[in-house]
């Protein structure tokens, strides 16, 4: 993809930030390994920072200091189900906590292909109930959380709101997801490939949908949750945001996906970057149209999370 397709707001970092092949399993370890590495703060922005280990994977918690709003929000992570970690976003659930008041729950999750589906849904599913039992002592109502995530991580976001609207019980009061990886499909699509889009392509896709899946994308079945866009009735679930760029490879499966949301009767917000290349929001934060993304999902989540 040629840089003057990017927004030009977005053209000088893009311009630095390789493709790299993470779908070469050499590679991939690699990149799994010093991801290890990275800095773990105890407290940013003013935000406390705790880790708690569940059975098989582990949350990171950010609390703002003083009395909070009683409102949360589970994230995800993104990585393409292979690579990061709940550390990555500690900027983005920090403020969070701190500009919303409300305590921000991080999963950290079981990468594929050394724990391929269903780990990374379950250990979602896993903290969804850890924060539901720990809500009293968190200071936060059952009822206003709200679930979020980016990329793979907005894949299993919203995986993770299908399965809690089949299990029943407390619902999410939202689900905002930011450019999510929905459907596998996308990944057969080897005409996309000659794109080479910015950050995440579609051979990292292919690659990444088949360590996950532990079988190659787009065969006709796949296990419940796993591919969120193959669910065929999306009615029930709750008023969602939806954001993505017009020139990331996720594009056209985003656009279904909240079409198919607001034809079910899911009050649904999509919010479309001309320009947008995958996950700029986090990679150039300051950039303008990155400040309007987030002043929408914020709005969103104030309204369902009653701020």
Known sequence: MKIENINPQLQKTYRLIPTLPIHNPILLRFVQFISRFKLKRKSLFGVAIHDYKLA??????????????????LWIHGGGYIIGT?????????????????????????????????????????????????????????????????????????????????????????????????????ATRTEL???????WNNKNNRGAWTYYLGQPPGLKQVPLYSVPARRQNLAGLPPSWLAVGDIDLFYEEDTLYAKRLTEA???????????????????????????????????????????
């Open 193 to 199: 490939d000659l794109i080479k889009h910015r950050l």
């Open 56 to 73: 098989n994977s582990g949350v990171r918690v950010y609390t703002p200091s003083g009395k909070t709003s009683g409102a949360g929000l």
């Open 265 to 307: 009767g899911v009050n649904c917000e999509f919010y479309v970057v001309a320009g947008g290349p995958h996950a700029f929001e986090s990679l150039v934060p300051n950039a303008p149209v990155s400040i309007d993304l987030l002043k929408s999902n914020y709005q969103f989540l104030r309204r369902v999370l009653a701020l």
């Open 86 to 186: 709940a550390v990555f976003n500690d900027r983005e659930c920090a403020i969070y906590a701190k500009e919303l008041n409300i305590t921000v729950v991080s999963v950290d999750y079981r990468l594929a292909p050394q724990h391929p589906f269903p780990a990374a849904c379950d250990d979602c599913f896993a903290a969804w109930e850890w924060f539901l039992d720990n809500a009293d002592t968190l200071g936060v109502s059952p009822d206003r959380i709200a679930v979020s995530g980016q990329s793979a991580g907005g894949g299993l976001a919203a995986g993770l709101v299908q399965r809690i609207h089949d299990t029943g019980g407390t619902q999410p009061a939202g689900q905002a997801l930011f450019c999510p990886m929905l459907d596998d499909h996308t």
